[in-house]
């Protein structure tokens, strides 16, 4: 890198043809990956293409930023001023309406086209609204970007009344903020307990016991039929189907998100549920690649590909796409572990890979109810291949470290059936004499 | 100012707990740990209690240094009155448990009452519970310990515990942390029982700040480390030996009771000797010990840790003790071998794991199955009442199959359990006791080390090793040599020891460190770490108050000047091979002198002078 | 030349004096619990594990964080917390597979190993010398990487 900065001139001319890389989202996966492109290659033309008016931010430090722990720039995905200008990658806000496949052509809505030799499609996701009637009312936000984040902010003022609608991951990052603005709070969730879709029934049902404990009025197994005006005009009224109404002064909607492929209809690029890759990151097209929340990767515990929409995957996805657009052989993607760390008004979970279970496995829990401890951990033969913890903060990336090594445990696997609380020493165990696990990607 | 400052009493009788300020006017003049939780204690418990009544309490406490980066600053004492001496007892302790109760937060925690049902104390920093433990009731101690991890799933928590000799009457049960370190002599775990505590369990995340002086605070840490480091027995002998590197050394010297303190050498000490440890075994290719240990902080790491031969008859088919743990120290290899006459490691090894888990104090123990080998060979008891066992000095599967039954109270180990003194009694022999205020010997005889005649003869807690270490003078030449066959100038050192011992029991650190250290390594310790004036003059002056605070309470508990002896046997038999042959201990000559130094009268009593010059 | 803490397991007496010398320079109180360096005891074989972050050069940690709060400390190539920066989200701690990053309730933010910048304050405690900091081709980790990345082909070259 150091005689690449030195000589650009004389690179320039052995290489003529200067590859144009063009990134359509600027969240962590582009960025990431714009940046990387930047090291492997100093004379590549880099363009992030984002369609909001800030800075690239981070969408996951919103509900810091609504608890007041850090103010809007606490939100930027780099802090040093200048950061993309002096890495020489050009950020753009436009948005971009369409792929031209066949062209290497990509049509932005506030005119023209640019030409690309790569194109990276790292869009993200948006929140989804679900069909009921009256969500198109004033005073109901999805918590998904900066400019929702200032108007939930303006509204839960202390005291307000405020309806958070699903208990999803999202959901429950933003009540951790909604309790700390100290409005009165009250969440409904359609599943039988909170975060359904990272924690079991005992760790989601504990998590609502927590909220319940801390003032948080909870409904679980319960759907919002309708939201109304409020009586007199003010404010709001939430149906649920157990025949509550709640008034609402604010109502969240922390549904569910899904990817943004809309713009793709006609590009020829297969998408499902995502955009779908191989494990190069690469799309149907093969100059076209897909990276983050949007692209439907390879999943390193079920060998499925999903959109897991989670900030390491975004990580991982942006350097292998990176390392793959410069052509990088060997940079296969080994699949990511579907992972998520939670702040429930200070109750910490995670959960790791098939914290569900694998078909043929078997596992080891404790449960300590009084107060909030929970570990779970799921084996198939002899071999770590999912985890959830409430209460647990210490080393808990060695959970991680163990399911995406496929670390053999042996004996250790009875020690940890008899005690899990043990995990630490079991990976020490069987990882300390090679010491590094390279390779997670 | 290092003390935390706060006081946790706990009401097992009414479930309540509560929080206090520390009395830092009495910190100030106790300093902590074992000075200051006395100072509590004679301040709220009548000298006459019962110690197994509700009415006695029991102080688990900290001292200034403890939790601190100050080499060995991991030290934790209890403090109750002992149901085996009736005298004050004060038991000291190693491991992590000390420093975690600093990093919660608490100097101190006093147990008093009793609880209805069993209980176990959960602390974590300033939150407090009492939970149940009828499930725990009937464990041992590494049971109990393994279960509180699993249940409050933290692999961080510190466990001190009583097992099942405790529970059942065991007058020598300690109270077992860290799984094999221990507040071992005088019955404190028999107390804990008493009062149905089952365990306490810390964990501590606060940390331990209010260092007054920080900057001189690490300058006198770093100078005493380096000094630790140097010295040949902290340097080099503990580490590698452990406490056991004494025992050829005082073996030679003649100063090794052995068979119920009947000679003075071992023949088989060489076999069971810290050397020993390290020899590979032919039968499994493996040394007994496998790596030395440190208790929190400890720069030293003397610590044993050992592993018994699988194929020994003791755990052939117990896999359970096939694992590494606390192995033997000095003290408790001598009285489960030399003064059985037992010479087999790993049976030795094995009889100190038990020990471990089920928390009994190996030293009374072995001892007061040395006498019940004595009062098997006078025919006074017959495998009639030892349940069949031959009982025979030297015999190995005797002293296990005891100490079995002593550690889990079950049949003749019931009465084992009661002490030397009262099996020598209940079987009419009350002679063959060796025993100071009903607490039994540990390892330096007094008819081969004098001084330690007179150190064990006034010992506040009976005999006792660890109140008056003359052993170091006498025998290593720590701080300067003295003859360990004469009584010249022995009551000015035994005072000097006590006094000085009794100023690093209430510190936080190891007693060990004065192989190397002296009051003039610690005095700056203190003084950078504590608020107010710790001049080595206060620190001396701080340490006598101690010994005559002791001394009082156990006046009143009903001791006097007729108690500050010895058996008859090391009075009148003299030793019969080594240096010290033909020499009995002279103790008369000794304790009017020591009664005269101390400010006493001549019935034993501090005089009104001694009182008001110590403010007592 | 950059250098690395070498750690020697088999010299360690499980003392806890570094724990206490890294959460003194890091916290200002002697409180293992905010250690970033951790003995584990194995206490069945009587084997004691100093463990801390090796500061890889995959730096996972680095890339999870979405506000950019870990950075590469030029001078020790360590990887370090800007504690003004980080939300506490976590997701490092889950994201580094050595779990070397650990939440801290009590500020709220992550910690990880740093290097003190360059003096170690665990390596300087240490009384048997199994914590050294040395040049990092005496620690061996070059080698280990060398053969992790032998076993494992496909792995991420540090970006």
Known sequence: MAAAKKKPAARRLARPARMRHIIIGAGPAGVIAAETLRKLDPNAGVTIIGDEREPPYSRMALPYYLSRKINEAGTHL??????????????????????????????????????????????????????????????????????????????ARPGAKVVLMGAGFIGCIILEALARRGVQLTVVEMANRMVPRMMNTTAGGLIKQWCLDKGVRVHTSTKVTAIEKGPDGRGLRVRLDNGTVLPADLIISATGVRPNIGFLKGSGIKTDHGVLINRNMQTSNPHVFAAGDVAQGLDFSTGEYSVQAIQPTAADHGLLAARNMAGHKGAVHRGSVNMNVLDTIGLVSSSFGQWMGATGGDSAELCDRNRFKYLNLQFKDDVLVGATSLGLTDHIGVLRGLIQTRTRLGEWKEKLKHDPTRIMEAYLANTQAVGFNAGMI | MAWTRNVMRVNLTKGTIKREPLNMEWAMEYLGQRGLATKYFVEEVDPKVDPLSPENKMIMTTGPLTGTMASTGGRYSVVTKGPLTGAIACSNSGGFIGAEIKSAGWDMIIFEGRSKKPVYLYVENDRAELLDARDLWGKSVWDTDHELHKRHQDPLIRVAAVGRAAEKGCLYAAIVNDLHRAAGRSGVGTVMASKNLKAVVVRGTRGVGNIRDPKAFMKAVNAGKKVLHDNAVTGAGLPKYGTQVLMNVINEIGASPTRNMREVQFEGASKISGEAMHEIRKSDGKANLVTNAACFGCTIACGRISVIDKNHYTVVNSPKYWGASGGLEYEAAWALGNDTGVD?????????FLCNEDGIDPISFGSTVAAAMELYE???????????????????????????????????????GL???????????????MTVKSQEFPAYDPRGIQGMGLAYATSNRGAC??????????????????????????????KAFQDATAVVDSTGLCVFTTFAWTLNDIQPQIAAACEGDWSMEK??????????????????????ARDDTLPRRLLTEPARTGPARGKANMLDKMLPEYYRLRGWTPEGTPTKETRARLGL | MLRALKIEPEKCTGCLQCE?????????????SKSRIRIFNFHDEGRFAPYTCTQCAEAWCLHSCPVEAIVINPKTGAKEVIEDVCVGCKVCTIACPFGTVNYNHDSGKVIKCDLCGGNPACAEACPTAAITYVDIDQTGLDRMRAHAQKTLPQSAQAA
């Open chain 3, 20 to 32: 206490m010398a890294c959460s003194y320079e890091n916290e200002q109180v002697f409180n293992p």
């Open chain 1, 78 to 155: 780099r802090k040093t001023p200048r950061h993309f200008k002096k890495l020489g990658i050009d950020v753009r806000r436009d948005r971009v309406t369409a792929v031209d496949a066949r062209n290497r052509q990509v049509k932005l809505a506030g005119g023209g086209s640019l030409t690309y030799d790569k194109l990276l499609i790292a869009t993200g996701s948006s929140p989804v609204s679900p069909p009921i009637p009256g969500m198109d009312l004033p005073g109901i936000h999805p918590c998904w970007t900066l400019a929702d984040a200032r108007h939930i902010a303006k509204h």
């Open chain 2, 539 to 560: 620190l001396h002056e701080v340490g006598e108050r101690i010994w005559n605070m002791e001394r009082m309470f156990n006046n009143a508990a009903g001791f006097t």
């Open chain 2, 465 to 494: 090793h660890l109140r008056g270490y003359t052993v170091a003078s006498e025998v290593m030449g720590i701080p300067e040599k003295t003859d360990p066959l004469t009584t010249d100038g022995k009551p000015a050192l035994v």
């Open chain 2, 419 to 433: 002490g030397s003194r009262r099996l020598c009694e209940k079987y009419g022999h009350p002679e063959l006791s």
């Open chain 2, 344 to 352: 087999d490691l790993d049976a030795l090894t094995y009889a100190n």
């Open chain 2, 378 to 416: 006078t025919g006074a008891i017959t495998k009639k009442d030892t349940g069949g066992i031959d009982l025979k000095f030297g015999s190995a599967e005797a002293l296990t199959k005891i100490t079995e039954l002593t550690c889990r109270g079950e049949g003749f180990g019931k009465i084992i």
